[in-house]
């Protein structure tokens, strides 16, 4: 259902073919099974304070060192928007620490896992009444219905 939606979601009538950003896009699916199983096993092994306080402060640590380069460059503008940045970043930890949450205490990491396709519907949304994507709406929206078509079936 996955590689459907990737091939529904392309958005013109041209064959579907691997580009750069569809195999990154698979490596993240790929990179985020292998992350939550991993997490579950960290947590159970040092617990979640540990979990927490070495798993992000590495996290932040070695994309701090990877884009310094890009962050000296760019740090006029960077502070210009340290608000939205804050805001941003604050959301984002939100979203990371419920996951690892749910990692811990769910008994089926299976559908933690299914359940966070949910995501796509809310991206399509706010990219529909925010950011006024309305290109391709029936292929988006057909997109959407395999992925949660995707989630009921996991469940």
């Known amino acids: 259902l996955i590689a459907g939606a990737m091939v529904v979601l392309k958005g013109d009538k041209t064959r579907f073919a691997l580009t750069k950003g569809n195999i990154l896009a698979l490596l993240c699916g790929a990179f985020l099974g292998v ?54 970043g604050l959301g984002r930890f939100g979203q990371l620490f419920s996951f690892v949450l749910a990692t811990v205490y769910a008994s089926n990491l299976a559908l933690v896992s299914s359940v966070t396709t949910f995501n796509v519907v809310l991206i399509f949304g706010a990219g529909y009444f925010f950011l006024k994507e309305r290109k391709n709406l029936k292929q988006k929206l057909l997109g959407v219905s395999l992925a949660m078509l995707g989630l009921l079936m996991s469940i």
């Open 35 to 88: 992350g939550v199983v991993t997490t579950r096993i960290a947590v159970r092994l040092g617990g979640l304070p540990n979990y927490t306080k070495y798993g992000y402060m590495m996290q932040v640590s070695i994309l701090l060192v990877i884009t310094s380069k890009i962050i000296y460059k760019e740090r006029a503008e960077i502070s210009n928007s340290l608000r939205d940045v804050t805001i941003m």
